[in-house]
């Protein structure tokens, strides 16, 4: 069965401190796909990245960097000069093969973040 | 374009009552899904639909049921209400599914409580 686990249930950091979450997932399927979502405050669910199984390059956008390691089937996220904007809930999930393809996501259980002023 | 639609926003219900959670979208998406959230926890999935007629269950369908009649709109049916159930329930929509370059919109959420 499919799994990710974020082993960091909470996290506090000083503002503009870095700061990375850990994902790591199992799976047996050699097609997947990973995600990060954010759920502030708010409650709402907002997507941050997408990568697929065959593309294990780093990405990085503005202060978020992800590192997508296959050997180690992680794939983490950090924050770098973290703001009080930054204060949420993150998941990582994992695109989970059904009986239609490969349309449903596994969530890890989420990190709380929170950035201290 | 409004997005992903949940009605209502709050709701407590009785054990033993029912109750269907509404769900639209406005982006014309073949792919839904009900969520449930519990308190400390990740998302596990209720229910899915690949398009209008065609549904499946996910991790925890127990106590829900759902039906697809229409493109838009995908809702979640409460039978008996249980304390068990009390829970954050989003409802996400996605163009293609999550294996393609199309993430999943998620609703606001409904709070649900069973007393």
């Known amino acids: 069965a499919q799994k990710v686990t974020q082993a960091q249930t909470e996290i506090s950091v000083v503002e503009k401190e870095d700061v990375t979450l850990d994902c790591v997932y199992e799976?047996?399927?050699?097609?997947?796909?990973l995600f990060w979502y954010k759920q502030p405050p708010s409650g709402e669910l907002v997507f941050l990245i997408r990568?697929?199984?065959?593309?294990?390059q780093n990405e990085i956008s503005g202060r978020y960097s992800w590192n997508f390691q296959k050997s180690t089937s992680s794939f983490n996220f950090t924050i770098t000069a973290s703001q009080v904007v930054d204060s949420a809930v993150y998941f990582c999930?994992?695109?989970?093969?059904?009986?239609?393809?490969?349309?449903?996501?596994?969530f890890g259980t989420g990190t709380r973040l929170t950035i201290i002023p | 374009n409004a997005g992903v639609t949940q009605t209502p926003k709050f709701r407590i219900l009785k054990i033993g009552q029912s109750m269907t959670l509404q769900c639209t979208q406005d982006?014309?998406?073949?792919?839904m899904y009900w969520y449930r959230q519990d308190p400390g926890m990740g998302l596990k999935l209720i229910y899915y639909?690949?398009?209008?007629?065609?549904?499946d269950k996910g991790e925890v369908p127990n106590g829900y049921n759902v039906s697809r009649s229409t493109t838009e709109d995908f809702p979640l049916r409460l039978e008996l209400a249980a304390p068990s159930q009390t829970s954050v329930y989003f409802c996400?929509?996605?163009?293609?599914?999550?294996?393609?370059?199309?993430?999943?919109?998620f609703g606001n959420g409904t709070r649900l409580t069973v007393t």
């Open positions: 990568r697929n199984s065959f593309d294990e």
């Open positions: 982006m014309n998406h073949n792919y």
């Open positions: 999930a994992l695109s989970e093969r059904s009986n239609f393809g490969n349309e449903k996501l596994t």
């Open positions: 996400a929509s996605s163009d293609t599914g999550p294996g393609s370059n199309s993430p999943l919109h």
């Open positions: 639909s690949v398009g209008a007629g065609i549904t």
């Open positions: 799976t047996r399927d050699t097609t997947y796909y």
